[in-house]
């Protein structure tokens, strides 16, 4: 749904700009205004993005989007202005022809968000969806589908034992022996099975009858799998990460991401190199101690590394713990602003150029955690079959982990990538990592999952 409003609204602005100009000059050349137009409209387009605007669970309804347009307006003004005089010759578009496309650019937006909200929260257009079970994964699946403005929860399927399912908006219409007769009643356009165990207990014959209706029938972890990309490692066992259909061994993607990897270190290595000699300058001058800090990480089957960054933290005196919050007053006045920008991070370009790194993958850890995490996150070896990266999946979607229970929620999301690993994923990550950068902050959304320790950690120093 996003990506069609995305490509919709991508359209209504290029027929603005196109139309304006054309109605208010008449020498501007065909071809030259059609590519001209393109490029404002897909500036205007990643202003849209960079806002989060795209992203329907945060912006799920037409006022949550009203909110956030003075800010856009902020920031689209000036860049329409940019793009008018680098696009077009000072003279064919006044200033004055410029600011109205501008506006009604915007206008037609909004045009747009509205009539499409009110579409997306109209009948033909909203899923109804049926949940059967009692477990804690069905809380988590509600609230999922609840935050996006094309799903309804009709009504869960269960004993009210569980006291999360019990506390639940969505009314519990019965037993899942009496599935049949709910779906028959509550009419759903997809049932999503979330039982704790199936053998015996899975009313069978209805599920049958529902798939020969044509109603989809949707496994609970696949399901939550799909709507907050991430696993749910609390639900998961052995058997399903076993059977699972992802986790694909692709050599030729494979040799696609380190091919681009190696590219994009050279290249990055040659573009900010005088960058990276200007910091290393600042450290020295701001604070005793060496250019960079190196620290043993571990990569691809469990083989160690040393991981290079530019120093953010004044040198210990002392052994110091590696949490974060023990650690917060030994960052340096240029460590901060590293730290902000993640400035930090681009001598690992080295690291990816002598193979230890891709440009993507899970981040690596340090080794001195490696034996505390294999004990107490599930599945953590996993993380060792994939070349860690400068950037990841979890990192653009959690951001930096504070403790072993935010560590294991960040496994949620690294499980994601192994699994679904793709040159399409990739480029997703390193969108959206622009956007983090740009911004100067971490992303940070709702997690799944939780472990009983709370230890902090410093993801680096």
Not at 90 to 107: C, K
Not at 162 to 175: E, F, S, T, Y
Request: glycine fraction near 8%.
């Amino acid at each position: 749904m996003a990506t069609a409003l995305l490509l919709f609204e991508t359209g209504t602005i290029f027929l603005v700009i196109c139309g304006t100009v054309l109605v208010a000059t008449d020498a501007v050349g065909w071809m030259g205004l059609i590519a001209k137009a393109l490029i404002m409209s897909l500036g205007c387009v990643a202003a849209l993005y960079y806002h989060d605007l795209y992203n329907l669970r945060h912006v799920r309804n037409f006022h949550a989007f009203l909110t956030r347009m003075p800010r856009l307006i902020l920031a689209a003004v000036p860049v329409g202005i940019v793009f008018s005089y680098a696009l077009f010759p000072e003279g064919r578009v006044p200033m004055s022809l410029a600011l109205f496309t501008l506006l009604l650019s915007v206008a037609a937006v909004v045009l747009v968000r509205a009539v499409s909200y009110r579409l997306m929260q109209s009948p033909p257009f909203v899923e109804r969806v049926l949940i059967v079970g009692n477990t804690p994964l069905v809380a988590a699946l509600t609230a999922e589908l609840e935050s996006r403005p094309t799903c309804r929860v009709v009504g869960i399927v269960g004993s009210a034992r569980n006291g999360d399912v019990a506390r639940l908006q969505p009314p519990l219409l019965g037993p899942k022996e009496q599935l049949s007769r709910i779906v028959a009643h509550a009419q759903p356009d997809r049932i999503i099975v979330a039982l704790a165990e199936r053998r015996g207990r899975l009313p069978v014959q209805a599920l049958l009858q529902a798939r020969i209706a044509r109603i989809p029938v949707e496994d609970g972890l696949d399901a939550y799998e799909r709507l907050t990309g991430k696993l749910a490692i609390e639900s998961l066992t052995p058997s399903q990460l076993i059977f699972s259909q992802g986790f694909r061994d692709s050599s030729v993607e494979a040799a696609l991401a380190r091919g681009v990897s190696l590219l994009a270190s050279v290249v990055g290595l040659a573009l900010f190199g005088p960058l990276m000699v200007l910091i290393a300058l600042a450290i020295k001058l701001d604070s005793a101690g060496p250019v960079f800090f190196v620290q043993d990480r571990v990569g691809l089957g469990g083989r160690r590394f040393p991981l290079m960054k530019f120093r953010t933290m004044h040198p210990a005196t002392s052994v110091t713990s590696e949490w974060v919050k023990d650690n917060g007053d030994r960052i340096t006045r240029v460590g901060r602003w590293l730290r902000k920008y993640r400035l930090d991070e681009l001598p690992q370009f080295i690291n990816v150029l002598r193979g230890d790194m891709n440009l993507v993958g899970p981040r690596p850890h340090p080794l001195s955690n490696y034996q505390l995490f294999l004990e107490h996150i599930p599945f953590y070896a996993f993380r060792s079959t994939v070349r860690p990266g400068m950037t990841g999946w979890a990192q653009v979607r959690y951001g930096y982990a504070n403790s072993l229970e935010e560590e294991t929620e960040k496994m949620c999301y690294d499980l994601y990538y192994i699994k679904h690993s793709s040159v399409w994923l990739d480029l997703q990550i390193l969108l959206q990592t622009l956007k983090v950068v740009i911004r100067g902050h971490e992303a940070r959304v709702e997690g799944c999952g939780s472990t009983p320790a709370m230890l902090r950690r410093s993801d680096a120093a």
